[in-house]
């Protein structure tokens, strides 16, 4: 299938998929006139890519962990990916600290506004004064 056909079986844009080209991410076969050509098999490897993209993963560190699926019974394979993926969970768990760390902050800033809100509401209205 041409790029524009991947663009609209996966929703990904064909700039993104000749990014994911230039990052070794994604092959295609080149037609005599230059245009690319992926495979069926090129649909679920963009799903996979998106996936890895949304998770947070760099291009690099997908590059990284896309020979497990391509070369499956490699043991150096699947142990440098072992690697990459320990190290983004790790950096996956750090991010979550963050955010809890962020939204527990938010929360105290909620709860005194709240306060505020609850005295001013019940304060008596100022005495306009007449000149």
Do not use: W
């Not at 679920?44 to 998770?55: N, P």
């Not at 902050?105 to 709240?114: E, G, K, M, W």
């Amino acid at each position: 299938m041409r790029i524009g056909d991947l663009s609209k079986r996966t929703g990904v844009s064909p700039r993104s998929l000749r990014y994911y080209e230039e990052q070794g991410l994604l092959t295609s076969s080149r037609s005599d006139a230059g245009q690319r050509h992926y495979s069926d098999a090129a649909v679920q490897r963009v799903s996979l890519i998106r996936q890895l993209f949304d998770a947070g993963m760099s291009s690099r560190v997908i590059a990284t962990v896309l020979p497990c699926v391509d070369v499956p019974g490699d043991l150096g394979v699947a142990e440098e990916t072992f690697t990459a993926m320990m190290r983004e969970r790790d950096r996956i768990d750090a991010d979550i600290a963050h955010l809890i760390e962020t939204r527990d902050a938010i929360d105290v800033l909620i709860r005194a506004n709240s306060r505020h809100r609850a005295e001013l509401s019940t304060a008596p209205e100022p005495v306009a004064q007449s000149t």
